[in-house]
């Protein structure tokens, strides 16, 4: 089972991501973590640090993310948890990545080697917000589709997602279906 229309409604779209993390579960796709970065507190207000704190699992499915529950979140940023590389000052944004796969190498929360995903943004996808756009997501002409990127040409959400669960299959590139 799985999405396989050529487009559904805005009132169809909680179900499809429902459907397909029914799909990617019972295929034993593998998932990855998803996370929050904040800030843990320090004694007396001093000694404030971020951190970085799993809320629950998802596959990754380009710029959307979808939760064992069906639940549907544009991506953020990605990291891994590996030891960072030396710092090299180049820019201040490397530094700052580096300094948050860090952070994901040293918790106990996190496998080495682990994917995690933080500062992803929850969907609503109630019909009338896939309506007026959620994210990545907005209804053309009754059809739900998904923006790969600001100004990209939009595709419908279930042959989007149908394709994208594909890839994450092992297959041998011979014998797909």
Do not use: C
């Not at 843990?40 to 959307?64: A, C, F, K, Q, T």
């Amino acid at each position: 089972m799985g999405p396989t229309l050529a487009g559904v409604s805005g009132s169809d779209a909680a179900r499809l991501f429902a459907e397909t993390a029914s799909w990617l579960s019972g295929h034993g796709v593998q998932d990855e973590v998803l996370a929050e970065l904040g800030q843990r507190r320090g004694v007396l207000g001093i000694g404030r640090r971020p951190s970085l704190e799993p809320i629950g699992r998802v596959w990754r499915l380009g710029v959307l993310l979808v939760g064992s529950g069906g639940e549907a979140f544009a991506t953020g940023a990605l990291t891994r948890a590996s030891p960072p590389k030396h710092s090299n000052y180049q820019s201040v944004s490397q530094e700052e990545r580096r300094d948050i796969r860090r952070l994901a190498y040293e918790s106990p929360k996190f496998a080495e080697g682990e994917s995690v995903n933080y500062g992803a943004s929850a969907l609503d996808l109630s019909v009338e917000a896939v309506r007026r756009g959620s994210g990545p997501l907005l209804e053309v002409d009754g059809v739900v589709t998904v923006e790969w990127a600001p100004g990209q040409h939009r595709v419908p959400l279930a042959s989007y997602l149908d394709e994208r669960r594909r890839l994450l299959l092992p297959h041998d590139g011979w014998s797909d279906v």
